[in-house]
Every structure is written in C-alpha cells, then in structure tokens.
C-alpha cells in the first residue's frame, strides 16, 4: 500500500503567486516526521522543511509553510511568492519508527511544479 | 566545504558487466544511504549504514552490494544479477538517526546508470 501519496503529477502556478502541493500518509505510528524535499534538474535533493506529528504548530521556513492536518493525515507544502527559480519536482517524505529502521525515508511520487512567468 | 559526492555522474555499464558507484562524505555523519530513483518516481532505499563494517537492506537490495570499510566511503556495486539496473542512484547521509525524528538526510548530486 502507498504510504506517501502525492496525487498532482504536475502542476502551474504564475510567478509571485502562491501554490499548495499535497501530500497524504498512512502510518498507524503514533510518532512519525514529515519532511519536504525540491529536486531541480539537476538531480540533487535539497531539503526544505520538516513537520513532527507531535508538533502543534505547522512548520515555516522562509517562503516554505507545512499545512499539517493530522486527523486527515496530510501534510501539503504551501509555497508563497513563487519565483522561477522554484521550478522542480517536490517530494514529500515519511519517517517511521527510527530506533529499528535507521532513519529510513519514505517517498511519495512527487509534484513537478513549474512556474510560469 | 562539507559535503557528499558521487561518482561517476553518467555511468554505462554492458550486459553481465558489474559496475560501482562512489560516494564519499566529509561531513562526519555516521549513517550513509543509497536510493534509486526511476523516471517518474520517489525514491526507494538500496541499502544503509548506521555504521563502519555494518549495513542493512533496505527495500530493493537484490541485485546490489555494498561495503562500509570507512566512515567517509559507502560504495554500491550494481551486480549482474540485477536485471533493470537503468536509474538515477542518489547516495544520502547523516548523522546516526537512532531516535531522531527531525534530523535530515543530506544527498549527493546522483549518478545516472544507462544499459548498453
């Protein structure tokens, strides 16, 4: 079964404007953490924000915000201010139970975002 | 400046051919990790290390290997026995994850492995 779901293979948004990619989970965990990553063309997967089930509030990092809903279990990345610059594929992940697994990271499909100016 | 790097970036590899791939750390993080990615796709976990001389499957080890002998180095060998190697493999680390949620897993800049 999926545990990350990302359900918008692609998506627009115009320059300046706002965008929330979605992200779903399945976990009966009771302590679990959410992370976001970009990946550009050129490969590398570069973190953005983090999101733990036990925190209250929903996560901000700059431009970066985490709309966490636990009861519907979802964890959408809201960017705000696009820039051209942010055109990439966006992936949401999961960690489970690291005291057995080593911190391993689950992945959703991802988003391509693109960004039109 | 810290960081992972991996090598080759483009990689072709015959049939029955073994081939490896290099990552190297200088970040001091104790747990490495390798991910394939195909087109289209997230990532799923090769193999991992949480320490030297020790390391764990993960989801897709057949047809893969890897050895640990230093802290800084943590090689994949894509074997024969792999049948669809074609991918995009992205080497991770951090420092040992044991009972920490919030701790990020830093990635390398990928090698692309193509069929001949």
Redesign the interface.
């Known amino acids: 079964a999926q545990k990350i779901t990302q359900t918008q293979p692609g998506m627009f948004v115009q320059e300046k404007e706002a965008v929330t990619l979605d992200c779903t989970y399945d976990t009966s965990d009771q302590s679990y953490g959410l992370f976001w990553y970009k990946q550009p063309s050129s490969g590398e997967m570069i973190f953005l924000i983090y999101q733990g089930s036990y925190d209250e509030q929903n996560a901000t990092e700059g431009r970066y915000s985490l709309n966490f809903q636990k009861a519907r279990k979802s964890a959408n990345l809201v960017i705000s201010a696009s820039q051209l610059g942010d055109s990439a594929m966006y992936f949401c992940a999961m960690r489970e139970d690291p005291y057995n697994q080593g911190g391993k990271l689950i992945f959703g499909q991802g988003t391509e975002l693109s960004v039109k100016p | 400046d810290g960081g992972i790097t991996q090598s080759p970036k483009y990689l072709f590899r015959k049939e029955g051919q073994n081939v490896t791939l290099s990552c190297e750390q200088n970040l001091n993080h104790d747990?490495m990790y390798w991910y394939r990615q195909d087109p289209?796709?997230?990532?799923?976990?090769i193999y991992?290390s949480?320490i030297v001389n020790d390391f764990?499957k993960?989801d897709i080890a057949e047809g893969y290997s890897v050895s640990r002998e230093k802290k800084e180095s943590f090689p994949l060998t894509v074997t024969s026995a792999q049948k669809n190697p074609t991918a995009?493999y992205?080497c991770?680390s951090?420092i040992?994850?044991?009972?920490?949620?919030?701790?990020?897993?830093?990635?390398?800049?990928?090698t692309?492995l193509l069929v001949l």
Request: no cysteine.
């Open positions: 747990a289209g796709q997230g990532l799923r976990l991992y949480q764990q993960g995009f992205l991770a951090s040992d994850l044991t009972g920490f949620w919030e701790e990020t897993q830093y990635f390398g800049p990928g692309r």
